[in-house]
């Protein structure tokens, strides 16, 4: 149950049981090669842009992806470790579905964002943030906004509405994040983050991995998503203190394949010239050295979520993330939940077209938007 919990704070978690454990060999069947390539930002979103921000006497610059044109503005807050891509799928799902506007932003520290202190990730800064980029976005008459945000992007989402950063704020969603359930899991974290490679061979072994390992189920998600977990580093495969994640991260495939009589030459030498000049692929950010800002994320969240004036929806992977605070709050009608099960803790990847649903019908039920023709 513990190992369950370790990436409640995070973008993605070991699946839950029943489902493949970390590191599991996920079997396809003979003669089935599933394509792991990267996919384009450009299929799912239709805009790119960096938003500059004031920041004392410099910059901050932040990738931002957007669609359409009308209705209510998503604004879609990431988990630790991910990016405004993890958002990708679920955008296209949620634009054919109600008139709306979406506008997925990486976080500082993770993904393409530039700010001038990648060290200061406390909820209170992360929720500034968010308020300068609506204010960059639109001036200072926003319109109808409502915050989403996954795991610690759900936290800076809470705090970013109790702090009144979005004051045109339509109302709040948050995708399995408990405060209960997370404060638990802190003390397992390091561990957890641990475990993962440090580097992969390739973005396409990246994807593979997040697939494998159950990080992400939804393969076309991580397809487009992991681009934005993982940069290219300059240290060579053959280098002290990379082989072993190398093996961990990538050898398990080619021992699926020999184990199917398809053994070949793919297989390389740490020693072979040509693997020692291949660039290696790391995470872009190394939340182990965040763990200074993880109980400020979370502690206190479900009173602060109660809190919040504006409409608001819990999606939740299990019903076992409930804590004391939002049962009693969930008794009283104080929000909407709902459970969607067979999901691992990235459940808008996972599971891009049931959250876009249940969005979608929250929406509509509090006349923030309407259906688009043909739906539901």
């Not at 957007?66 to 991910?82: A, D, I, K, T």
């Not at 109808?144 to 759900?154: K, V």
């Not at 974290?189 to 593979?208: D, G, H």
């Not at 995470?283 to 969240?301: A, D, N, P, V």
Request: aromatic share 6%; glycine share 8%.
């Amino acid at each position: 149950m513990e190992k369950q919990l370790h990436l409640n704070m995070l973008a993605s978690r070991p699946p839950v049981p029943g489902g493949l454990q970390s590191g599991s060999k996920m079997r396809m069947g003979p003669g089935r090669k599933r394509d792991f390539s990267p996919l384009p930002w450009s299929q799912y979103f239709e805009v790119m842009e960096d938003v500059e921000v004031d920041n004392e006497n410099s910059k901050d610059t932040f990738r931002i992806y957007s669609s359409g044109s009308e209705g209510p503005v998503l604004l879609l807050l990431h988990g630790g470790g991910h990016s405004a891509l993890s958002w990708a799928v679920f955008t296209a799902v949620i634009c054919s579905r109600i008139h709306c506007r979406v506008v997925a932003m990486d976080l500082r520290a993770h993904g393409d964002t530039t700010v001038k202190n990648n060290e200061d990730l406390s909820a209170e800064t992360m929720a500034k943030d968010v308020g300068k980029v609506v204010e960059a976005l639109y001036g200072e008459a926003p319109p109808p906004i409502m915050i989403i945000g996954h795991s610690m992007g759900g936290a800076i989402a809470v705090h970013t509405a109790a702090a009144n950063h979005v004051p045109s704020l339509l109302g709040l969603c948050v995708i399995d994040v408990v405060e209960g359930t997370a404060m638990d899991a802190l003390n397992s974290m390091q561990n957890f983050l641990r475990s993962r490679p440090k580097t992969f061979k390739s973005v396409e072994n990246a994807i593979e991995w997040s697939v494998k390992s159950g990080q992400i189920r939804n393969i076309e998600s991580a397809r487009v998503s992991m681009v934005g977990q993982v940069k290219k580093c300059e240290e060579p495969l053959g280098s002290p203190g990379v082989s072993k994640s190398i093996t961990e991260g990538i050898i398990e495939e080619e021992e699926e394949e020999e184990e199917e009589g398809q053994s070949n030459h793919k297989r390389k030498k740490e020693d072979d010239p040509e693997v020692k000049k291949e660039s290696l692929y790391t995470w872009r950010i190394e939340l182990s050295k965040t763990e200074q800002y993880w109980e400020g994320w979370f502690k206190g969240l479900s009173s602060l979520f109660l809190s919040c004036s504006v409409p608001k929806l819990l999606l939740l992977a299990g019903v076992d993330r409930l804590d004391k605070d939002l049962t009693i709050g969930q008794m009283q009608g104080k929000f909407q939940m709902q459970v969607l099960p067979q999901c691992g803790h990235a459940v808008h990847e996972d599971a891009p077209d049931k959250v876009a649903d249940a969005l979608a019908t929250f929406m509509v039920r509090h006349r923030f938007t309407v259906f688009k023709e043909g739906f539901p």
